[in-house]
């Protein structure tokens, strides 16, 4: 809910957030700061060496000392005046106060904008280029260049000034855009989360009325049959739904709680198929913790029952097991039914595998295969194969 009432957040990252994590690792900053800074003060030194014909390493110290100083002090205070700024919205906004789009996206990435960063800008220019000469003064031991960099001459000061004031707002500005890059790719990529957890809930509420219609409908044509049994399929109704509607609502569930599940289900078609009907759940131990998306694996259950199983006079063996294979989790539901090309001709338009189908995609990608094939060992029948990555327990 918190992320839902914030404005900022759907702006990726938030400045207070940029600051925690500039706090949390100091070194990564360093190191991009090093990776733009470098470059740019070394080409400063070779363009002043040419100027005043001045020693390349003399150059390159001073050039170093004073550029990194400035960029340093810039980035303090940008993030600085950034997470202010959102301290002060977000207590003009805990007070009543609007923030207003545009000043939120002003603050994303600790950017506190230009009315702000300019001023900083030439403070930092002035700070940074002083000390940062009086620094390489004292490395090199040539006061010569200290008063050449820091203002015997209006020349070369203007010069030198001037250059490092637009290398230094050219190094803010490219900051600056690769921080709208990354807030933007964070919104994307939220908007893309979003619209999944938005059509895995589609599907999943188509999928759970259409598994209470199937049952509803064999519960109806039960109770003409046999009153009976119908009462007792009805209690297991009650089980079944109790069970697995609580689960629906999460995005995981167990993989013990999927089978839990399962076995209610079978033994509510069991009430309805009797002996016809011979079912077979395994489950390694280890594997009984492993988070699924729920609802998974009882579409293909439901199928291998009203596909393949209930044609047969005989009806015949049902069998769902999980394995690991590596890396990767392996679900399969195995049928001794009338095969998959008389399957074909009375699966309609087979719903459940479809959404098995859309599910797995959505949550998975490419990462997670689905196959539906003739049985391999001779028996007929046919097999329906999961297989997604093996996710740890919680």
Known sequence: MAAEMNPLSR????AHARLQAWRESPLRLIAYELKIGLPLCSA?????????NDSFLDNLVFSLCIGLMIQGLIEVGRIALAAWLLRR?????????E?????????????PGWPLMLPWILLSVVLGYTVGSLLASALTGHQHLQRLFFGASLRPLAIIGSLVIVVSTGTSYLFYVRGRMAAFESAAAAASRAAAETQLKLLQSQLEPHMLFNTLANLRVLIGLDPPQAQAMLDRLIAFLRRTLAATRN????????FEALGDYLALMGVRMGARLQP???LPAELRGVPVPPLLLQPLVENAIKHGL?????????????????DRLRLRVRDTGVGLSAAAANAGTQFGLHQVRERLATLYGTRAQFTLLPAADGEGGAEALIELPLEPAP
């Open 99 to 111: 923030g207003g789009e545009g000043g939120d996206a002003a603050l994303h990435n600790s950017w």
């Open 251 to 258: 995005e995981r569930h167990a993989l013990a709680d999927e």
């Open 310 to 326: 209930e044609p047969q006079v005989e009806g015949g063996r049902l069998e769902v097991q999980a394995q690991r294979a590596g």
């Open 11 to 14: 702006h990726g990252v938030s």
């Open 44 to 52: 400063i030194a070779l363009f002043l060496t040419i100027v005043f």
């Open 89 to 97: 919205r977000q207590a003009g906004a805990g007070e009543g106060g």
């Open 280 to 282: 077979r759940l395994e």
